[in-house]
């Protein structure tokens, strides 16, 4: 960020009228991408700029975002740069007047740490939405905003949400419009939809905060933290690996094994690959004591593959007709 830009915020004089505040947005929203929440903070900024030609009137709200706004493009980091082989982490919230979403990965000190931020004011329309739709929404645009990255991760990428209800949302018996809709664009992810409680999923103001998921000391620590890999909403599960396995890839249970050896032969990511491939592909990061006789018969079972080969059988003879005795 120009430090020479930085330092004219810090005296940037207080707008007296609607031309003025539009100039300040347009400058900050050219660092909207290092400011959490950019849309909400900004909202009674924004809502100064539609009164027409009404009564120019700047009040303690306007002056509380005009103020957050200096502070935060004042404090904003640089963001970490991601990678595309190491494993995202998706943080979403919303809330009356915005959504807003962290992108982070795991940096050398094992703790989150930003990639990019995402935030999105809220239309009439949109505010009309019920909580649960609401939260749905941010996950739809935080996929939408870095579907650069996320789309084609080499593994399954993980969004945290404190809206407990969107973990049954899969089991339901009948979506609405919407989320029939949604549902089609978030099968083009490999995603699991985690709960997280409120108290744990607390988003800092400064984009410097170290994103760490709490674990509770008391409860069971998820070998792998969902039992559904491919499926966009899925739910926990608990089972412990086998003493001796592989220290460095996550033990998948047996109810899990079918999605894990559906993701590594037949997504988008690996265009179902021989059995040699796919088992490579899915012992990057996962194992069970079975795992070369599962994938050897998955792959010779798959329809799509079947269907496909080439049939190394020797070409039939025409038929004659047989003597009658």
Same mark, same amino acid.
């Given at each position: 960020? %120009?430090?020479?830009?930085?330092?004219?915020?810090? %005296?940037? &004089?207080?707008?007296?009228?609607?031309?003025?505040?539009?100039? $300040?947005?347009?400058?900050?929203?050219?660092?909207?991408?290092?400011?959490?929440? $950019?849309?909400?903070?900004?909202?009674?900024?924004?809502?100064?700029? +539609?009164?027409?030609?009404?009564?120019?009137?700047?009040?303690?709200?306007?002056?509380?975002?005009?103020?957050?706004? /200096?502070?935060?493009? !004042?404090?904003?980091?640089? !963001?970490?740069?991601?990678?595309? %082989?190491?494993? $995202?982490?998706?943080?979403?919230?919303?809330?009356?007047?915005?959504?807003?979403?962290?992108?982070? =990965?795991?940096?050398?000190?094992?703790?989150?740490? @930003?990639?990019?931020?995402?935030?999105?004011?809220?239309?009439?329309?949109?505010?009309?939405?019920?909580?649960?739709?609401?939260?749905?929404?941010?996950?739809?645009?935080?996929?939408?905003?870095?579907? *650069?990255?996320?789309?084609?991760?080499?593994? @399954?990428?993980?969004?945290?949400?404190?809206? +407990?209800?969107?973990?049954?949302?899969?089991?339901?018996?009948?979506?609405?419009? #919407? =989320?029939?809709?949604?549902? !089609?664009?978030?099968?083009?992810?490999? $995603?699991?939809?985690?709960?997280? @409680?409120?108290? +744990?999923?607390?988003? &800092? %103001?400064?984009?410097?905060?170290?994103?760490?998921?709490?674990? #509770?000391?008391?409860?069971?620590? @998820?070998?792998? &933290?969902?039992?559904?890999?491919?499926?966009?909403?899925?739910? =926990?599960?608990?089972?412990?690996?086998?003493?001796?396995?592989?220290?460095?890839?996550?033990?998948?249970?047996?109810?899990?094994?079918?999605?894990?050896?559906?993701?590594? *032969?037949?997504?988008?990511?690996?265009?179902?690959?021989?059995?040699?491939?796919?088992?490579?592909?899915?012992?990057?990061?996962?194992?069970?004591?079975?795992? /070369?006789?599962?994938?050897?018969?998955?792959? /010779?079972?798959? &329809?799509?593959?079947?269907?496909? +080969?080439?049939?190394?059988?020797?070409?039939?003879?025409?038929?004659?007709?047989?003597?009658?005795?």
């Amino acid at each position: 960020m %120009d430090s020479r830009k930085v330092e004219a915020v810090a %005296d940037w &004089p207080t707008p007296k009228s609607i031309k003025e505040v539009q100039r $300040f947005l347009g400058f900050t929203n050219l660092y909207r991408k290092f400011i959490k929440n $950019f849309s909400s903070v900004a909202a009674p900024l924004s809502a100064l700029t +539609k009164g027409g030609n009404a009564r120019f009137l700047w009040g303690k709200e306007a002056e509380t975002a005009f103020q957050g706004l /200096k502070q935060r493009i !004042l404090s904003a980091p640089i !963001l970490t740069l991601p990678t595309v %082989d190491e494993h $995202f982490v998706v943080e979403v919230d919303a809330s009356e007047v915005g959504v807003g979403a962290v992108l982070s =990965q795991r940096g050398e000190d094992k703790k989150l740490h @930003p990639c990019a931020f995402f935030s999105h004011r809220l239309t009439p329309a949109e505010r009309n939405y019920d909580v649960g739709d609401r939260e749905l929404l941010a996950v739809k645009m935080a996929l939408e905003e870095w579907r *650069h990255w996320l789309e084609g991760a080499s593994q @399954p990428f993980q969004v945290l949400t404190d809206h +407990k209800n969107l973990e049954f949302i899969q089991q339901a018996k009948r979506l609405n419009s #919407r =989320q029939a809709r949604w549902s !089609l664009f978030f099968n083009r992810f490999q $995603f699991i939809l985690t709960y997280r @409680p409120g108290s +744990k999923n607390l988003k &800092p %103001d400064a984009l410097s905060r170290v994103y760490a998921p709490a674990v #509770r000391e008391d409860t069971d620590m @998820p070998v792998l &933290p969902t039992a559904k890999i491919v499926a966009p909403i899925s739910w =926990q599960v608990t089972e412990p690996g086998p003493i001796g396995g592989p220290a460095n890839r996550l033990f998948v249970p047996k109810a899990a094994r079918s999605q894990v050896l559906l993701w590594g *032969h037949s997504s988008r990511l690996t265009c179902h690959p021989g059995v040699g491939r796919t088992l490579e592909f899915i012992q990057r990061k996962f194992w069970w004591p079975t795992i /070369k006789e599962d994938v050897d018969t998955f792959v /010779k079972a798959c &329809p799509v593959c079947c269907q496909g +080969k080439s049939s190394h059988l020797r070409p039939q003879g025409l038929l004659h007709p047989l003597s009658i005795p």
